[in-house]
């Protein structure tokens, strides 16, 4: 396979100078639409009762990937999906023990660059429509147009976004105004832009929706079609959507147990005085809530299944689009989501009116653990945990003129590090060594394109995860994983990714070798992090009586 080798920055407009029309015509236009909070099991055909029929569509004339992992929270996601590497290593998520900026705050070294730069030496036009939270601003990063949703307090307001880094002007009352509509509106404003302006260059489109992201906000009409939907209640909706996978084969694991004594990560106990007694923080049996509760956990879910509903509706307006440029058959769309559900109940923003209309935007809702456990069926646990439930997320792959599979599944562990390369081996291309003399360190990231032809796996040396003192490696079928402050598990993932039979007993070898490679790979994660950048001084503190320190939990070995 003939590639073409990027040289540096400074090389871009030289190449696009000498590149004929001709040879951009040919290279696939890409779209990655990307969920927020999104559950595994929250799309029809992931299993789910939520009508996403334009999302079914594409998997039913696409690839549908069973195994693909996030990094199970929002922007240590994104900055995976958009450079290739571990969060971590480029200063997007925190390593222990490790003296430097990580996080929402960290900034990538000058060497981590994202997928549009290294698109644009082949004529492509990046668009970026909806959340960004990724460190810099987004037309710095390679963007040609942005609308970046920075409001993410209310969903009908557009007021905090910016359009192309500036601020928006709002005129008007808003009245008709909501988030994800208005996600897909300037989406498809850019392929309007494109058809008219640029349609003999390619394009790469960022589709990043708040939706289903706390607060619950959704359109009267939306909530309606599910207002009676989840009364039977999360056990119910668990139990359905688990037998749906069976009957399409998507797993081969038993249904994971709700765990009682899990709750939300983060703990705001003035949010249950401001959102009432139907409020509860941890998923019970269903038989056991009160009227009260069930009807306001019911209600709940109802919101989140519209503004998936509405998702789904607006990612069919930009599929239309696609289809009136005639640019669909040639259009890589990938779909995925950036973590589990999420159990985090919590009130900010605009606060809560217990008197408004749920769903509204003065109201202030969070789906919390029960029906969060209920949208990552099969799995456990959910956002910001590293076990199954926080990291695993659909992946839809589809591309007529590419990928001649139809409603086929892909069973290769995977993981959003890979997308990068996917598309870089899609159109022939490699990475540059350098960018503007700096050296560009190997991305741990394994291109996914030879598993579209045949269900294949993908080979590698391991996937590996730390988030918030959460932490996992998975070799093979075997995931080593802990929470934070506890001890080591160990499963077989081969029939067991409900996480249900912990094997560090049985196999302590196999738990110790694990161990040491989840060490061995932070150590390398850990020097790719410190690259080019010089660590962050330490305070100055006033010298008092240290207590004696702990090691930390990351490093700690099984008990």
């Given at each position: 396979?003939?590639?073409?080798?990027?040289?540096?920055?400074?090389?871009?407009?030289?190449?696009?100078?000498?590149?004929?029309?001709?040879?951009?015509?040919?290279?696939?236009?890409?779209?990655?639409?990307?969920?927020?909070?999104?559950?595994?099991?929250?799309?029809?055909?992931?299993?789910?009762?939520?009508?996403t029929p334009n999302l079914d569509g594409l998997a039913k004339n696409g690839l549908m990937f069973t195994q693909f992992y996030n990094t199970g929270r929002c922007w240590p996601t994104r900055a995976a999906?958009?450079?290739?590497?571990?969060?971590?290593?480029?200063?997007?998520?925190?390593?222990?023990?490790?003296?430097?900026?990580?996080?929402?705050?960290?900034?990538?070294?000058s060497w981590a660059r994202l997928l549009p730069d290294f698109l644009k030496p082949l004529g492509y036009r990046n668009y970026h429509s909806g959340k960004w939270h990724i460190d810099g601003k987004v037309l710095a990063a390679g963007f040609d147009r942005s609308l970046d949703m920075r409001n993410q307090g209310n969903f009908f307001t557009a007021k905090g976004n910016t359009v192309n880094d500036q601020?928006?002007?709002?005129?008007?009352?808003?009245?008709?105004?909501?988030?994800?509509?208005?996600?897909?509106?300037?989406?498809?404003?850019?392929?309007?832009?494109?058809?008219?302006?640029?349609?003999?260059?390619?394009?790469?489109?960022?589709?990043?929706?708040?939706?289903?992201?706390?607060?619950?906000?959704?359109?009267?009409?939306?909530?309606?079609?599910?207002?009676?939907?989840?009364?039977?209640?999360?056990?119910?909706?668990?139990?359905?959507?688990?037998?749906?996978?069976?009957?399409?084969?998507?797993?081969?694991?038993?249904?994971?147990?709700?765990?009682?004594?899990?709750?939300?990560?983060?703990?705001?106990?003035?949010?249950?005085?401001?959102?009432?007694?139907?409020?509860?923080?941890?998923?019970?049996?269903?038989?056991?809530?009160?009227?009260?509760?069930?009807?306001?956990?019911?209600?709940?879910?109802?919101?989140?299944?519209?503004?998936?509903?509405?998702?789904?509706?607006?990612?069919?307006?930009?599929?239309?689009?696609?289809?009136?440029?005639?640019?669909?058959?040639?259009?890589?769309?990938?779909?995925?989501?950036?973590?589990?559900?999420?159990?985090?109940?919590?009130?900010?923003?605009?606060?809560?009116?217990?008197?408004?209309?749920?769903?509204?935007?003065?109201?202030?809702?969070?789906?919390?653990?029960?029906?969060?456990?209920?949208?990552?069926?099969?799995?456990?646990?959910?956002?910001?945990?590293?076990?199954?439930?926080?990291?695993?997320?659909?992946?839809?792959?589809?591309?007529?003129?590419?990928?001649?599979?139809?409603?086929?599944?892909?069973?290769?562990?995977?993981?959003?590090?890979?997308?990068?390369?996917?598309?870089?081996?899609?159109?022939?291309?490699?990475?540059?060594?350098?960018?503007?003399?700096?050296?560009?360190?190997?991305?741990?990231?394994?291109?996914?394109?030879?598993?579209?032809?045949?269900?294949?796996?993908?080979?590698?040396?391991?996937?590996?995860?730390?988030?918030?003192?959460?932490?996992?490696?998975?070799?093979?079928?075997?995931?080593?994983?802990?929470?934070?402050?506890?001890?080591?598990?160990?499963?077989?993932?081969?029939?067991?990714?409900?996480?249900?039979?912990?094997?560090?007993?049985?196999?302590?070898?196999?738990?110790?070798?694990?161990?040491?490679?989840?060490?061995?790979?932070?150590?390398?994660?850990?020097?790719?992090?410190?690259?080019?950048?010089?660590?962050?001084?330490?305070?100055?503190?006033?010298?008092?009586?240290?207590?004696?320190?702990?090691?930390?939990?990351?490093?700690?070995?099984?008990?």
């Amino acid at each position: 396979m003939r590639k073409l080798f990027l040289y540096s920055s400074l090389s871009i407009l030289a190449l696009l100078l000498v590149t004929p029309p001709s040879l951009f015509a040919e290279k696939p236009n890409i779209i990655f639409i990307l969920a927020d909070d999104s559950g595994f099991s929250d799309l029809g055909c992931y299993g789910s009762e939520i009508k996403t029929p334009n999302l079914d569509g594409l998997a039913k004339n696409g690839l549908m990937f069973t195994q693909f992992y996030n990094t199970g929270r929002c922007w240590p996601t994104r900055a995976a999906l958009m450079s290739g590497y571990y969060p971590h290593m480029v200063h997007r998520d925190k390593l222990p023990d490790l003296n430097i900026v990580g996080g929402n705050r960290g900034a990538r070294q000058s060497w981590a660059r994202l997928l549009p730069d290294f698109l644009k030496p082949l004529g492509y036009r990046n668009y970026h429509s909806g959340k960004w939270h990724i460190d810099g601003k987004v037309l710095a990063a390679g963007f040609d147009r942005s609308l970046d949703m920075r409001n993410q307090g209310n969903f009908f307001t557009a007021k905090g976004n910016t359009v192309n880094d500036q601020p928006v002007k709002i005129s008007g009352d808003e009245k008709d105004y909501y988030a994800t509509t208005a996600n897909a509106d300037h989406a498809i404003a850019c392929l309007q832009e494109h058809a008219e302006k640029h349609a003999d260059q390619p394009f790469f489109h960022y589709i990043a929706f708040i939706a289903p992201h706390f607060p619950l906000h959704a359109k009267p009409e939306d909530i309606e079609k599910y207002a009676d939907q989840y009364l039977t209640g999360w056990d119910q909706m668990r139990t359905e959507r688990y037998q749906r996978q069976l009957d399409r084969k998507l797993h081969n694991t038993t249904l994971s147990k709700l765990e009682p004594k899990v709750g939300p990560p983060y703990k705001f106990p003035d949010a249950f005085k401001k959102l009432g007694s139907g409020e509860i923080d941890y998923p019970a049996d269903w038989d056991d809530l009160t009227a009260e509760q069930k009807e306001f956990q019911a209600t709940k879910m109802a919101i989140h299944a519209a503004m998936v509903d509405r998702m789904d509706h607006e990612i069919g307006r930009i599929l239309q689009q696609l289809k009136t440029m005639e640019a669909f058959d040639n259009t890589l769309i990938f779909f995925a989501s950036d973590n589990g559900a999420s159990a985090e109940i919590m009130v900010r923003d605009g606060g809560h009116d217990p008197l408004a209309s749920p769903g509204s935007a003065a109201s202030y809702l969070c789906l919390g653990p029960g029906f969060s456990s209920a949208c990552n069926t099969p799995f456990r646990r959910h956002k910001t945990w590293v076990h199954e439930g926080g990291i695993s997320t659909p992946l839809i792959a589809h591309w007529p003129a590419g990928i001649s599979s139809r409603g086929e599944l892909r069973t290769t562990p995977s993981h959003v590090i890979d997308i990068v390369p996917t598309i870089l081996d899609v159109l022939e291309i490699n990475k540059p060594e350098k960018w503007n003399g700096v050296p560009i360190p190997p991305a741990p990231g394994k291109s996914l394109l030879p598993a579209f032809p045949e269900d294949i796996a993908i080979e590698r040396d391991s996937l590996w995860w730390f988030h918030e003192g959460n932490r996992a490696i998975r070799v093979g079928d075997f995931k080593l994983v802990a929470a934070k402050n506890e001890p080591w598990e160990l499963y077989d993932l081969s029939d067991d990714r409900a996480e249900s039979k912990n094997l560090i007993t049985q196999h302590p070898d196999k738990a110790a070798h694990l161990i040491d490679q989840w060490q061995q790979q932070l150590k390398k994660i850990s020097e790719i992090a410190t690259l080019t950048t010089p660590k962050k001084k330490p305070e100055k503190k006033r010298k008092r009586k240290q207590q004696p320190s702990k090691k930390s939990p990351a490093v700690l070995p099984a008990k």
